[in-house]
Each structure stands twice: as structure tokens, then as C-alpha cells.
């Protein structure tokens, strides 16, 4: 068992002292994670990767409730968090009353999650983004969490394999098929 595993069972039985000794140790990897999401974001971003993963990590290791399945569940969760902050920044952002104007861009197909936010003042792209993902999550979980943690955590597909317990074959296929799914779920939501 890890010392990850082992923090992340303490935890959960009750001792809060333990997060102390897991925040060194998962640290550099959320950071990973956060940088990666991160350069992905708008040049004006206020919220910065240290920020990101510090309110990730809060939310992990806050909730009493969460039942942690060792170091792949919990940086999968971390990824969700992740995204889920993102997402209530963007919509913070892009309120009325903090002069957040909605301005829509057509998505290609063939890219549809990396042009999803490429444009530094079109939040409306990233709350489209998450819409189609909620859709898909209701459908296919597994190929939401793929995209959450390709897209949102920045992992490889290997590295997104290793995670889902799935082969790699598996992860290539099921990204090109998501990514198609959400050039034209999204497009078809601009007609709206």
C-alpha cells in the first residue's frame, strides 16, 4: 500500500491530522494537473494554479463522506474538483453583474475541447463545454471521466488508461469517439 493509499484510509476513518501528510505527497502532481488545465485557460485568468489546486485539495480532503479507492480515485477526484472550480469561475466571470457579455464562436469538429476555450473572452464556449459534458456523463460516466481527465487534468492517455483500468487501444478509441461527440453536441447547441 502506498503512503498516498495509507493517508487517504486515514482519512477517511477520521483523522484530519493526516491531510497534513498528504499534501506534500500529492502536491507536485496536483500542481501538474492545475499547470496543465491551467495554460489551457484565458490569458486573464485570475485564479492561479496554486490556487486551483489548494481549493481542489480543500474540497478532496474536506468532505468526511468521500470513501477514497486508493491514489487513482483520489487524483481523479481531484481532477473533477478541478473542474467544477473552473466552471464556477467561468460562470462567475461571465455574470452580468461583472460585465460578462456572452459572444458565441462556431467549434470545428475536428478539435472541438482543445477550441473550446482558446478564445480568451468567450466563457460561453467553456459553460457550453460543461453542459455537453454533464449530457454525456448522464449517458456514457466513463467517457466523461475520460475527457475529465484528458481535458480538465491534462493526463496522457496512458496515464488516463492507467486510471480508468482500461487499455490504452480502449482510452485512443473512446477519445476520438468523445471528442466527434462534443464538436457536434456543442455545435448543435450554438443554434439554440
Not at 147 to 176: D, K, P, Q, Y
Request: hydrophobic content about 45%; glycine content about 6%; aromatic content about 6%.
Amino acid at each position: 500500500m502506498s503512503d498516498v493509499t495509507r493517508i487517504l484510509n486515514e482519512i477517511q476513518q477520521g483523522n484530519r491530522a493526516s491531510a497534513n501528510e498528504l499534501l506534500p505527497l500529492v502536491y507536485a502532481e496536483l500542481r501538474r494537473l492545475a499547470g496543465n488545465r491551467m495554460r489551457q485557460e484565458a490569458a486573464g485568468q485570475t485564479l492561479q494554479p496554486t490556487a486551483l489546486v489548494h481549493e481542489a485539495f480543500l474540497r478532496l480532503v474536506g468532505d468526511a463522506a468521500v470513501e477514497w479507492d486508493g491514489r487513482s480515485h483520489f487524483f481523479a477526484a481531484a481532477a473533477e474538483a478541478m473542474r467544477r472550480i473552473l466552471i464556477e469561475n467561468a460562470r462567475r466571470r461571465k455574470s452580468a453583474k461583472r460585465g460578462g457579455d456572452a459572444r458565441r464562436h462556431p467549434i470545428s469538429d475536428a478539435d472541438a475541447i482543445a477550441d473550446a476555450i482558446a478564445d480568451a473572452d468567450d466563457l460561453d464556449d467553456l459553460l457550453d463545454l460543461d453542459a455537453a459534458l454533464t449530457k454525456l456523463a448522464a449517458d456514457e460516466p466513463a467517457l466523461a471521466k475520460l475527457v475529465e481527465l484528458r481535458f480538465f487534468a491534462g493526463l496522457t492517455i496512458e496515464e488516463s488508461a492507467n486510471t480508468l483500468g482500461v487499455s490504452v487501444r480502449t482510452v485512443t478509441r473512446n477519445w476520438a469517439f468523445v471528442r466527434a461527440w462534443l464538436g457536434r453536441e456543442m455545435k448543435s447547441g450554438e443554434k439554440d
